[in-house]
């Protein structure tokens, strides 16, 4: 078949023909043009006519259209997590989140999605009731909880081995919030991976903040799991979707296949463990080959420092949510002394510097620094994302008038021409 898809339209028909359930385009053979009685009787009808019509449907092979088709959604790939088009479908467990976004853009951040179930290998051969329950419908967001609110930038931990080391966020940023000029950077959802060794404390690193929960049994995550964390910055809603990958080599080759469209990579090694960060090259080398070296922000986590440090402190990091501590039920156990900590965190800053990563050492089990680092992290990813969008618009302003039929060679005028008081 010749000629560019398109809809058929039988040639006549007051309605077009909705084609339900068929996949082969029809086949025409001959049309009234062509057919010319063996005798060569003339056709008065056609001659009236003046030209024949052929009796036909016009048409190639066309677009299909599915009336109630039992096919799952189409998902369009990009580098933000997957836009589900047009299907009210659940979506399947191990799918990528699909956000679809609010009808009306000013509700900052109502950006609905469909959360997925965790997975652990637990889990994986019955997911709960919850996690059924939200496959089986679209989420609205939770409104960003009062402890995600961030109006300053967290500081990085060691000055030595920091993404950049500025007191605030810089000025372009903060007056581009102040004056809503920040675009789509509040309907956005930026892709976090975490990467790392078995066993690790990847899982725990990312419950812990999400959840302020601790497992002490270990379970290995099969493929891929993941969490939504909303953040408003700078009064800005902001998300952050959280992708624990397996550490298991055996799942490997699963969870790299979601390392794609990451705006930020998290490394994580257990500081007790020394191969687990000479590892860390190999795993930073995997995530960046589905990732854009110059794009992406890059940190270094070393996991377990409970068991590295001699007097656990009870303070806001050990306490939960529900304000019970954390620390009073376990006991802890010291691998390494004083000394072999500082010798292995000499080694991981190293590390850290050569891959221009920021360094980070937390514990799941107490919190210590967990919430600092994801902030962190929020904070740097939603900084760049203001900065990309603003370098985007360039010259033009989000908001301003654009003048068609213009005489006037600049073509983007603000509508108010007021000059912002805040920008230098
Ligand atoms: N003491 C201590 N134990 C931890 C900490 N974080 C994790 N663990 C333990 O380490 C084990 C592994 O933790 P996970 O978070 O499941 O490890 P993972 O990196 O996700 O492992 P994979 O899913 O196989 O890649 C579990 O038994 C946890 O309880 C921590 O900060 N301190």
Redo the contacts with the bound molecule.
Sequence with gaps: MVGPPQPRVVVGSPRPRVIVGTIRPRVIVGSARTRVPPDGTPRPHLEAEGSPRPRVVLGTPRARVIVGSPRPPVIVSSPWPAVVVGSRRPRAPWAPVAPSYSQDPSVAGDCRVSTGPGRRAHQASAPSQGARKDAGKMNILAPVRRDRVLTKLPQCLRKEAALHVHKDFQPRVTCACQEHRTGTVGFKISKVIVV?D????????INRFCKDT????????IGVDFEMERFEVLGVPFSLQLW?T???ERFKCIASTYYRGAQAIII?FNLNDVASLEHTKQWLADALKENDPSSVLLFLVG?????SVSVPVVGEDFTSRQGKPHAQHLTLTFLQTPAQYILMEKDALKVAQEMKAEYWAV???TGENVREFFFRVAALTFEVNVLAELEKSGSRRIGDVVRINSDDSNLYLTASKKKPTCCP
């Design positions: 790392g078995l066993s690790v404390g990847k899982t725990c690193l601790f497992d002490k049994n270990y379970k290995a995550t624990d397996a550490g298991q994580v996991s377990k420092k409970d068991l514990s799941s089990l």
